[in-house]
Each structure stands twice: as C-alpha cells, then as structure tokens.
Nanobody, 118 residues
C-alpha cells in the first residue's frame, strides 16, 4: 500500500502564492513519476505538472512561468510552488505517484482545495 498526504491548500487572493506538499509513504518500490493534477467544478481532471525519476518536467501551458514543481527524493515528497495565482486556478489539487513494486502502481492523494478570489 502507498499513502499520499497532501497539504498547503487554502484561500488566497489573485496574485498571491501557495505551496502544496505531498508526502508518499508505504511500499513505494521504485517511484517513476510524481505530479499534481487539478479538477475544477464541472471539469475533467487535468495535469498541472509532473516530474519523472529521470528528471524530465512537464507543465500545463496554463501554468508555465507561474508554477514550479520540485521533488525531494530522500523524503519521497513533491512540491508545487504556485505564484501569480488566478481565479481560474481554483480547483481541487491532487497528488499523483506512479511507480513499480512487483507490479506497476498509480496512486492518488485525497485532494486539497485551492481557492483564488478575485
């Protein structure tokens, strides 16, 4: 089993910043990728940013230049620094971890609400 614990969400005014954290624990084996997704009301879940074990990083076009994903492998933790937040960034943000331990796995966190007021 793998557990993901997210923190750092909240309410912020437009232009403000938040930092999300996600700690992975349990039988992790080899982690291949860690990332953040978000889901706004009435919309599908979408990728925000991801980072692979090989060091590649991907961002959604809508957050490039404003959000930064980073990873602490020693702590099995992934962060998302969100700057210049906009009301359209309002969503539930989910941590995601993919890896292999005997079999491939794909786990999601419980989600943390980010609300940006105008």
């Amino acid at each position: 089993q793998v557990q993901l614990v997210e923190s750092g969400g909240g309410l912020v005014q437009a232009g403000g910043s938040l930092r999300l954290s996600c700690v992975a624990s349990g039988r992790l084996g080899s982690i291949n990728a860690m990332g953040w997704y978000r889901q706004a009301p009435g919309k599908q879940r979408e990728l925000v940013a991801s980072t692979s074990s090989g060091g590649s990083i991907n961002y959604a076009d809508s957050v490039k230049g404003r959000f930064t994903i980073s990873r602490d492998n020693a702590k099995n933790t992934v962060y998302l620094q969100m700057n210049s937040l906009k009301p359209e960034d309002t969503a539930v943000y989910y941590c995601n971890v993919r890896g292999v331990r005997i079999f491939e796995y794909n786990y999601w966190g419980q989600g943390t609400q980010v609300t940006v007021s105008s």
